[in-house]
């Protein structure tokens, strides 16, 4: 009986190897598809394509997100911003705890 408790056995190990994958083969033909598309341009029959710059990050974002957009639009007519809400909600709160606390404390 006491064989079992001194019986630690390490755990067998995870060797995974991948059987259909093989890492060099697809390197070579990524070189050679690259390679060929190459020599196709320079043989004229793939025109070059043109280089496109990249769109500005933030705007790209903020008209892609609706609710950063409709904030925006908000801004830009001359509304009330999202920060001057907040700053009245905080001030009404202070005011209720000054009331509170000097009307139920003393």
């Known amino acids: 009986m006491a064989f079992f408790f ?5 755990p067998r190990k995870f060797g995974y ?11 070579r033909k990524k070189k050679l598809e ?7 341009k320079e043989m004229g029959v ?3 394509e043109p280089k496109q710059e990249p769109k ?9 997100t609706r609710h950063i957009r ?4 908000k801004e830009s007519a001359g509304k009330a911003s ?6 009245v909600l ?8 000054a009331i509170f606390y000097f009307w139920i404390m003393r």
Do not use: H, M
């Not at 001194?6 to 390490?10: D, G, I, T, V």
């Not at 690259?34 to 196709?40: D, G, P, S, T, Y």
């Not at 705007?59 to 892609?64: H, Y």
């Not at 409709?70 to 639009?73: A, I, S, V």
């Open 17 to 27: 190897t991948p059987i259909l994958y093989n890492e060099e083969e697809e390197a």
């Open 34 to 40: 690259k390679r060929v598309l190459e020599i196709k």
């Open 46 to 48: 793939i025109p070059d």
């Open 82 to 87: 999202f920060l001057s809400n907040n700053l």
């Open 6 to 10: 001194y019986n630690n056995r390490k």
């Open 56 to 64: 500005a990050f933030k705007s790209e974002f903020v008209s892609q």
């Open 90 to 97: 905080i001030l009404i709160v202070a005011l209720l705890f």
């Open 70 to 73: 409709k904030r925006k639009e």
